[in-house]
């Protein structure tokens, strides 16, 4: 069975709850988000490359 694509109106509430979390997250690095954020959208790889980013040079 093919799956259904969201209606525009589930998507905005996706939109709302996600400024909703970003804003309750505000002390979260800007990084760490984009990363949750790609990993919920399956971009795996590209999440990977920004974990890179935050980790501390030692």
Not at 5 to 34: A, G, M, T, V
Request: proline share 7%; glycine share 2%.
């Amino acid at each position: 069975m093919a799956k259904r694509r969201p209606s525009p109106e589930f998507r905005d509430q996706l939109r709302q709850q996600l400024d909703r979390c970003w804003q309750n997250d505000c002390d979260i690095d800007p990084l760490i988000l984009r990363a949750r954020q790609l990993r919920r959208l399956g971009r795996f790889r590209l999440a990977r490359c920004v974990d890179q980013e935050v980790l501390p040079i030692v």
